[in-house]
């Protein structure tokens, strides 16, 4: 694979610190991002009066701009500064999830107005996720040490979704849904001072200073995309990704609705679920370098996605079982799989890519993968509301299982059999 040709720009304490605050900051908003999950759902159905069917499509809103602007935003992205570009949309959410809390105070958030703000808020995520994913390698620019510092910070990421809702469930259910998105407002500040604090400056490489001739944005798209999908490990790394993601969001879209609606439980027992069954995560993200030392790249992609997907497809058979122990089991199971899978594929996309084209690549895995986010909660809306919650979060659960053939071929597959390979001459 073609290593990134970015050379290091600042020393190594410097590096650390700057980490250290993108991972703090980043750690607390994405608690109050967990917050959006149990309460956005539950502020369409009590403050706006909204149906079920209505309550699932505000994930829609939120990744649409993935499938809309991701692709042009991964082009300009390669030309812009990316903290400044971080910093920006931070301040959008601050401002966007400060306005729905204050409407929804005073009573004035109708269901297309909190959709409105919701798809501008989804706006700026596709940015910055963009800028944010292509950054890191700018700090770390030995393969290992980014594979550690994407495991850190998945690590925290997922930490943050098993402390967010079970912190959201008791303020939701002393203080309300309007708290609880002020609350995400304040962790959204937090991170824009800490991204703010950040001294590596002179982020934006020198890489793409030729003249932006009439249709730069067009080839510049168009190269983005033939890279990914020429690529042996990445297509189907991604692909699968675009699999897993769309029917994953049809459980994470119906899960909080039918704890609440079909298995009748309270909305801080809702969060400790939630909470509870996200420990699976942060172990998988800690593991996930030891499997790629041991079994290779694509056997450790093979080994997570199966095990994230048997994970999935227990959720719904502990929900028709009634068992609260049984959804926190298979969803620590799921979390483990995907846990491990999310550092590796970052890694392998940020090391396979040349730091001329990383802006692009990441902007086509966000179109693909969350702009696939959208489509399953649109799969959800229309699924709870011709058969019911139960069967949403059926068809979800069994059919995520699909993107295991999907990501099992072409490079990948070569990458297993070689490691099986390997194996058996290390026996013999």
């Not at 009439?214 to 033939?226: H, K, P, Q, S, T």
């Not at 490990?233 to 049809?250: A, D, Q, R, S, W």
């Amino acid at each position: 694979m073609q290593q990134s040709s970015v050379q290091p720009t600042q020393d190594v304490s410097t590096a650390r610190r700057d980490f250290r605050l993108l991972l703090s900051g980043q750690s607390i908003s994405l608690v109050g991002d967990q917050f959006m999950v149990i309460a956005l759902p539950l502020l369409a159905v009590s403050v706006v009066s909204a149906t079920e069917a209505q309550a699932v499509l505000l994930p829609f809103a939120l990744y649409l701009p993935f499938l809309l602007v991701g692709l042009q935003a991964g082009a300009m992205i390669d030309y812009l500064r990316r903290r400044s570009v971080m910093l920006l949309c931070e301040a959008v959410q601050v401002v966007t999830f400060l306005t729905i809390a204050l409407l929804g105070y005073f009573d004035r958030l109708s269901f297309p107005v909190l959709m409105l703000l919701v798809g501008v808020s989804g706006v700026s995520l596709v940015f910055f996720q963009i800028a944010y994913t292509s950054f890191l390698p700018e700090l770390y620019t030995d393969k290992e040490k980014l594979h550690k510092a994407n495991s850190w910070l998945t690590f925290f990421e997922s930490s943050s979704k098993s402390l967010g809702p079970m912190l959201a469930g008791p303020v939701i259910a002393l203080f309300g849904t309007v708290i609880a998105v002020f609350v995400n407002a304040v962790s959204s500040i937090v991170s824009l001072v800490t991204i703010g604090l950040i001294q590596h400056k002179k982020e934006r490489i020198e890489l793409n200073r030729r003249e932006k001739q009439r249709g730069w944005m067009r080839r510049d798209i168009a190269e983005g995309l033939v890279f990914v999908f020429r690529h042996p490990i990445l297509e189907p790394v991604i692909t699968c990704g675009v699999v897993y993601v769309m029917f994953t969001m049809m459980v994470r879209t119906t899960i909080v609705l039918y704890c609440v609606k079909v298995m009748g439980l309270s909305e801080s027992l809702v969060g400790i679920v939630i909470g509870a069954s996200a420990l699976g995560f942060p172990i998988g993200n800690l593991l996930s370098v030891h499997l790629v030392r041991r079994v290779g790249v694509g056997r450790g992609l093979v080994l997570s996605a199966t095990t994230a997907v048997v994970g999935l497809a227990f959720i719904p058979v502990a929900g028709m079982a009634g068992s609260v122990l049984g959804l926190i089991i298979a969803n620590v199971i799921h979390g483990m799989g995907e846990g491990s899978f999310g550092p590796t594929a970052v890694t392998l996309r940020q090391t396979a890519a040349p730091a001329e084209l990383l802006g692009r690549v990441n902007s086509v895995q966000r179109v693909l993968t969350w702009g696939a986010f959208s489509i399953g909660s649109l799969l959800a809306s229309g699924a709870t509301l011709l058969f019911g919650l139960d069967h949403a979060l059926w068809i979800g659960g069994l059919c995520s299982m699909l993107c295991v053939p999907v990501l099992a071929r072409r490079g990948v597959l070569l990458e297993c059999l070689r490691g099986e390979a390997a194996s058996q001459t290390r026996e013999s």
